[in-house]
């Protein structure tokens, strides 16, 4: 059973702080990764994706991947109360055909 | 564009009743996934097609659920009869099946509550 797992948080940040959200994977021969988040009610919405070692910018936004560790997680600088959402890690692998299989999420609250 | 649209956004059934949720997936893209969202067990895949073809329906729950894809461009989730631990949130996904960096683009999904 292939797992990505994700603490459910709550994760509590004040504003303009940074936001680590962190995710581990089983399966050593995953390839690509993604980061979603989801607003209350809302469906998932992409935000990053990153498939090499190493760090990827977007903005406010940064994943970083270590497949040696089987490790990914989104680093959120000048986190903003619009940030709070449910953040969910989503893993593609090489024989999996084109699927994704999601974490439970981290749920991230940024305060005032 | 037109993104990944389903049908009915909100449906509300009793126990033993058939219920029918739609999926029209963003032009272009091959691969169709439809997937279930509860509070318990977050993002479950019950199934997913790449060319209309069904190629892992192994998170159907059971013989109660079935999924077609008569063409590119619509897709259904039947369940049939329905219980009350089948109340969820039914995202349907697409994507482009050539690379394997391509997301999956949700749609905003059908609330389905089985009283």
């Known amino acids: 059973q292939k797992e990505v797992e994700q603490n459910s948080g709550p994760l509590s940040v004040p504003e303009g702080a940074i936001a680590s959200l962190n995710c581990t994977y089983s399966d050593r021969v995953s390839q690509s990764f993604f980061w979603y988040r989801q607003y209350s009610g809302k469906s998932p919405e992409l935000i990053m994706s990153i498939y090499s070692n190493g760090d990827k910018e977007d903005g406010r936004f940064t994943a970083q991947l270590n497949k040696a560790s089987q490790y990914v997680s989104l680093l959120i600088r000048d986190s903003q109360p619009s940030d709070s959402a449910t953040y969910l890690c989503a893993v593609k692998d090489q024989g999996g055909g084109n699927k994704l299989t999601f974490g439970t999420g981290t749920q991230l609250k940024v305060e005032l | 564009d037109a993104g990944v649209i389903q049908s009915p956004r909100h449906e509300v059934t009793e126990m033993g009743q058939e219920v029918t949720l739609r999926c029209k997936p963003i032009?272009?893209?091959?691969?169709l996934f439809w997937y279930r969202q509860t509070m318990m067990r977050g993002l479950e895949l019950l199934i997913y097609f790449n060319n209309n073809v069904p190629i892992d329906d192994s998170g159907m729950p059971e013989d109660r659920f079935s999924a077609k894809m008569p063409n590119a461009s619509f897709s259904t989730l039947k369940i049939q009869p329905s219980e009350p631990r089948d109340s969820a949130v039914y995202f349907c996904?697409?994507?482009?099946?050539?690379?394997?960096?391509?997301?999956?683009?949700f749609g905003n999904g059908t609330r389905l509550t089985v009283t």
């Open positions: 996904a697409s994507s482009y099946l050539g690379t394997a960096y391509s997301p999956l683009h």
């Open positions: 032009s272009g893209h091959n691969s």
